[in-house]
């Protein structure tokens, strides 16, 4: 009697959707969310299993050295997130739009949205604002672009705001955040990334409104959670939100890889004779005579 292995083939990761988040929403089950700016983290955020990729304007302090996501360029954005796009098949992907991208007419805002999905892969996109970026989210999303809003701390409006502060800690504010939640959803948002807000309205919002939020920095009432890759690696040595947890520390541990070639290269322990390329002593013979 023979017996016939069978062997298992895991099959491709299905595709996830913005239908995906309002199905997790609806079930009670937490969307994950990473940034990636470049192709190798992109594969492999995918195959970790994330949800949804977001090619953020955060790429502008984490990758470009800038002081702040004020200076990043639509043309920036879009080499970023064309590399993302070669790298994550399964992920819902989301472009980020940088400022002055969106906020000069709605007419601006459709455009650059569409060059999001036309030149770069991106499944949707993402916006900063409440009510004074409703005109926007309407055009965007009637052109059938999926939106994603972004409330609290806005870093593209961090002089309006007075730097990088939380958002939402007094009555008056916390209601005005709320209503723009509400008027997001109205606008057709699928989803609103909550940033640095206080936890209890975090969660509070989350059960107002049909749609997914997804916070950073606004605690685990939200329906998801995103951080910054560079700083979840401990890449970003700059500074550290007080949000962030580190699951790594790869900027001292390149620290380390430097200083140690630097240091095999000056005492020429490097390249050793496994890293040559090395000729015949028959073809050498021949070469010299």
């Known amino acids: 009697m023979s017996t016939t292995t069978v062997s298992t083939i895991s ?12 199905q997790k929403k609806e079930r009670g089950e937490p969307i994950t969310m990473l940034t990636a700016y ?14 949804s990729i977001l090619v953020g304007d955060s790429l502008a ?39 002055m991208s969106y906020q000069v007419s709605a007419d601006d805002a459709l455009r650059n949205a569409g060059r999001f999905l036309q030149q770069a892969g991106m499944d949707a996109v993402k916006l900063e604002g409440g ?8 055009a965007i999303v ?33 209601k005005r955040l709320l209503e723009d939640a509400h008027i997001l959803e109205e606008a057709g948002c699928f989803g609103i990334a909550l940033e640095s807000v206080p936890a209890r309205l975090a969660e509070f919002i989350s059960k107002q409104i049909s749609i997914p939020t997804i916070g950073i920095g606004a605690g685990v009432g939200c329906d998801g959670q995103v951080l910054v890759t560079h700083d979840l690696l401990g890449l970003f040595d700059r500074f550290t939100p007080k949000f962030v947890k ?14 140690e ?24 013979a021949e070469f010299i005579k």
């Not at 099959?11 to 309002?22: A, D, E, Q």
């Not at 190798?40 to 994330?50: C, E, N, Q, S, V």
């Not at 009510?131 to 309407?138: F, G, M």
């Not at 999926?146 to 504010?173: D, E, I, W, Y």
Request: proline share 5%; glycine share 8%.
């Open 61 to 99: 302090m984490v990758v470009l050295g800038y002081e702040n996501t004020l200076p990043v360029t639509m043309e920036e954005m879009l080499h970023h997130a064309r590399a993302v796009s070669r790298g994550a098949k399964s992920a819902l992907l989301i472009g980020d739009m940088p400022f």
């Open 261 to 284: 070639y630097v240091d095999d290269v000056e005492t020429k322990r490097f390249p050793a004779v496994e890293h040559t390329v090395e000729m015949s002593d028959e073809e050498w």
């Open 131 to 138: 009510r004074e970026r409703a005109d926007a989210v309407r």
């Open 38 to 51: 470049d192709y190798p983290t992109a594969l492999a955020i995918d195959k970790a299993g994330i949800d």
């Open 142 to 174: 009637g052109a059938g672009i999926p939106v994603m809003g972004h409330l609290g701390l806005t870093p593209q409006s961090v002089h309006q705001l007075g730097g990088f502060r939380a958002q939402g800690k007094t009555a008056s504010a916390a």
């Open 11 to 22: 099959s491709p990761r299905k595709k996830v959707t913005t239908l995906t988040f309002r």
């Open 246 to 259: 580190k699951y790594a520390n790869i900027h001292e541990t390149m620290n380390k890889a430097f200083a």
